[in-house]
């Protein structure tokens, strides 16, 4: 006889110990400490267990009332938003006309009409005005992007189970960055995020903590990325509310407080994509997104 047979209530005692240490008892509710350094309540007992709110986890930190959520939602908003300029996006990579060049795609004279053709635009990627020239296919320009960043092309234009993935991120946020995923490995927890104009690190980030999930970059095509949102705007499921006027941080955390505590959300995570603030909260019908778009710098 093993010592596992030989105690009858080992694993009821395991089954109690588990639950005893389980986020949701009642002895954690009871014994938890609010995470706010300045909550004058955190150290109190009775408090604790006499009051009715339940408190809101943010980033996986629990917050007692609306006052310590708030002032938690602040302090990482100013760790969140530096500015709009995505530093990690600034790579020391061969410019693309340059690999085109280098690879035979295109000649010199067509480069040079081709940035020509940037300059007295003012804007636009080099790709583009390829295009307009003749110079190049959409598809060298995929495969161009795709050795630029080392990353394979998906084929989108074949493979439908990115329909699996449209509630997984709110459009606004697909549509602004020019990216989609593509493919949910759901066992490995492994999302394939695809796109257009090279890879945003801070956008894969963003996913990564949101999701709770690893991401893998790869390349589509500008028509193929263009039909699949097209394809996902019916299906999106999680309700967004988008904010495009100019905000402050401030104002950002009393109303991102002020909607978590009246849909009843118990966990909220916030993560930043470009000039989107993204917070997502969890309620017991499920999950609710808001965004947040961000203009300027951000000064304590």
């Known amino acids: 006889m093993n010592e596992r047979q030989s105690f009858p209530g080992s694993a009821l005692f395991a089954r ?12 954690q509710k009871v014994f938890r400490a609010c995470q706010n350094p300045d909550c004058r309540r955190q150290y109190l ?15 996986g930190q629990w917050h007692c009332s609306p006052e310590c959520f708030e002032k938690a939602v602040q302090s990482a908003l100013f760790r969140m938003l530096p500015g709009t300029e995505d530093n990690s996006r600034k790579h020391h990579r061969i410019p693309i006309g340059l690999l085109l060049l280098s690879r035979g795609v295109i000649n010199d004279q067509q480069l040079k009409r081709a940035l020509r053709l940037q300059r007295e635009n003012g804007s636009g990627k080099i790709g583009k005005f390829l295009q307009e020239i003749r110079a190049v296919t959409e598809r060298e320009i995929t495969e161009g992007l795709a050795a630029q960043w080392g990353c394979p092309i998906y084929p989108l234009g074949k493979a439908r ?3 699996d993935c449209a509630s997984l991120l709110p459009l606004t946020l697909l549509e602004a960055g020019r990216m989609l995923p593509v493919h ?8 394939y995020m695809a796109f ?10 963003a996913v990564e903590q949101m999701l709770r999930l690893r991401t893998v970059p790869c390349i589509v095509s500008e028509s193929d990325l263009s039909s699949a949102l097209a394809s996902f705007r019916p299906l ?15 104002e950002i955390a009393r109303t991102t407080s002020s909607y978590a505590w009246n ?12 000039q989107y603030l993204w917070i997502r909260m ?19």
């Not at 109690?16 to 002895?27: K, M, N, Q, Y």
């Not at 999106?236 to 401030?250: C, G, L, T």
């Open 16 to 27: 109690g110990r588990e639950w005893l240490s389980s986020r949701g008892s009642p002895i």
């Open 45 to 59: 007992f009775w408090p604790a267990w006499l009051r009715e709110e339940e408190g809101i986890h943010l980033q």
């Open 161 to 163: 189970e990115f329909l």
């Open 184 to 191: 949910y490995l759901r066992v490995q927890q492994i999302l």
């Open 196 to 205: 257009v104009e090279g890879v945003d690190h801070t956008a894969l980030y």
């Open 236 to 250: 999106a499921r999680v309700p967004a509310e988008v904010f495009e006027s100019p905000n402050e941080p401030m």
């Open 263 to 274: 849909i009843g959300a118990t966990e909220v995570w916030a993560a930043r994509s470009g």
């Open 282 to 300: 969890k309620t017991e019908q499920g999950y609710k997104d808001i965004l947040f778009q961000w203009f300027g710098e951000v000064h304590e």
